[in-house]
């Protein structure tokens, strides 16, 4: 089994930043890739940004040169950090963790979610 922990969220004003980490533990004998998904209100949930295991990283087009996306292997934690955020940004923000199966298929794992909500 897997779990993941995450923290970091919480309100800030529109132009401030925020740092999110997830630590994963468990069952990780490999990681195909980590990411962050939010969900707001009335949406689907959506990929923020993602991580593979050699650094490849992917972002949503709406935070594209404002949030920044890392991981420590060796700890096993992503991170997000969010900068110049704005009310848009308000959402539940998931941890995601990607796990190899065999042949080609994976698991995929959730944290509980972290609100982060940005007033204007």
């Known amino acids: 089994q897997v779990q993941l922990v995450e923290s970091g969220g919480g309100l800030v004003q529109a132009g401030g930043s925020l740092r999110l980490s997830c630590a994963a533990s468990?069952?990780?004998?490999?990681?195909?890739?980590m990411g962050w998904y939010r969900q707001a209100p009335k949406n689907q949930r959506e990929l923020v940004a993602a991580i593979t295991s050699d650094g490849s990283t992917n972002y949503a087009d709406s935070v594209k040169g404002r949030f920044t996306i890392s991981s420590d292997n060796a700890k096993n934690t992503v991170y997000l950090q969010m900068n110049s955020l704005k009310p848009e940004d308000t959402a539940v923000y998931y941890c995601?963790?990607?796990?190899?199966?065999?042949?080609?298929?994976?698991?995929?794992?959730w944290g509980q979610g972290t609100q982060v909500t940005v007033s204007s």
């Open positions: 995601n963790i990607q796990l190899p199966l065999a042949g080609r298929a994976t698991a995929n794992y």
């Open positions: 468990g069952s990780l004998f490999s990681i195909n890739a």
